[in-house]
Every structure is written in structure tokens, then in C-alpha cells.
């Protein structure tokens, strides 16, 4: 029979279980799945939680961001081009054309006909 401290690390484990599979995870994580098949690019979707979070500090693009952007570049496979989905409420100018130059050279790198550049503000 487990004690108190053993059943409540295999509630975490559990808890931490059903929050990496919520209902909005699925869907996002779907959808993602499919633009990938459909344009057999790596695809990197970048959320600030503005909408989810209104009147927080912090959700702009800042040069902050350009490390994160980095990380998740890193290890893919860079001939696949890439797909980047940013979903902020704006922010930097200087910062947002800082990740984009870099982004567009790491995809230059491996294939200069990888990477294509559409702004979208729906």
C-alpha cells in the first residue's frame, strides 16, 4: 500500500499528464500536424497568451524573444524551409526584423529557395 507522499507524486504525475494532452493542446497540435503535411516544412507556431491574458505586461515581441526563436530553430532539419506562425499583439519593430533577418539566413544556409516571407494581420 503506497503512503500519502507516494499517492501524491502519482497524482502529479497524472495532473501533468492530462494538462500536456488539454482539449486546446490536441486541436493546436492537429492543425500544426496538418500544415506540416501539407507544405512539408518544419512549422513553429509563437503565442505571447495576449488574448488569454489581457492587460499583461510582456507580450510584445522583444529581442528577448530572439532566444527563444533560436531554440526552437536549433535542431531542425533547415533544408525543410519553415512555416512561423506569430501571434502577438505586435510589438518591437527592430526586434521582429531581427528574428526574421535571422531566421532567413539559417534558412539561406541550406536552400536559398527555402524560406518565403508572407505578413498576414487578420
Not at 497540435?29 to 507556431?45: P, S
Amino acid at each position: 500500500m503506497p503512503n500519502r507522499t507516494d499517492i501524491l507524486k502519482e497524482i502529479e504525475i497524472e495532473d501533468a499528464e492530462i494538462r500536456k494532452q488539454s482539449a486546446h493542446d490536441k486541436v493546436r497540435r492537429k492543425y500544426l500536424d496538418q500544415l506540416f503535411k501539407e507544405t512539408n516544412r518544419n512549422v513553429i507556431a509563437y503565442y505571447s497568451g495576449w488574448l488569454s491574458s489581457p492587460g499583461l505586461d510582456g507580450v510584445q515581441i522583444t529581442d528577448e524573444d530572439k532566444n527563444g526563436i533560436m531554440m526552437a530553430v536549433h535542431d531542425l532539419d533547415r533544408t525543410l524551409g519553415l512555416d512561423l506562425i506569430l501571434h502577438t499583439p505586435g510589438g518591437e519593430l527592430n526586434a521582429t526584423e531581427s528574428i526574421i533577418d535571422y531566421l532567413y539566413r539559417m534558412c539561406q544556409q541550406t536552400d536559398s529557395d527555402g524560406c518565403a516571407f508572407e505578413s498576414r494581420t487578420d
